[in-house]
């Protein structure tokens, strides 16, 4: 694909969910944050993102979502990208988190879906 393919598409990046399984560490960091090779695994996925083109970003945020609202918006948030977090509930399910945002994608439109980890 072209990057001018992507500039239109939005990308929903879930970022709800407490990574419980992840056990003590993310009692103080959401799943998202999470750092691997020292860079947090939402810093991986954003930038392979950007690397192909794309530009609209919606995050459906839950456990600990000011967490990753300020980490989206101190690190991408002066570029030339349309940044969106919605607080949709702590114990929402991911069809839940999707039904809370759909209103953001115009009507008809393609989107991409991916998990935060």
């Known amino acids: 694909m072209e990057h001018t393919l992507l500039n239109d598409l939005w990308a929903v ?6 990574g419980s399984r992840l056990g003590s560490i993310t009692e103080t960091l959401p799943k998202p944050l999470v750092k691997v090779h020292d860079k947090p695994i939402l810093w991986y996925i954003m930038n392979s993102l950007i690397s192909k083109g794309m530009k609209k970003f919606i995050f459906p945020l839950g456990y600990k979502g000011k967490m990753i609202e300020e980490f989206v918006c101190s690190n991408y ?3 030339d990208f349309e ?8 114990d929402t399910l991911i069809n839940g ?3 809370k945002i759909s ?4 009507e008809y439109s393609d989107f991409f879906l991916i998990n935060s980890d």
């Not at 990046?13 to 407490?18: A, H, K, P």
């Open 97 to 99: 988190r999707i039904q």
């Open 13 to 18: 990046i879930l970022c709800g969910g407490r």
């Open 83 to 90: 940044i969106i977090c919605v607080e949709t509930g702590v």
């Open 77 to 79: 948030g002066d570029n």
């Open 103 to 106: 209103h953001i994608i115009p």
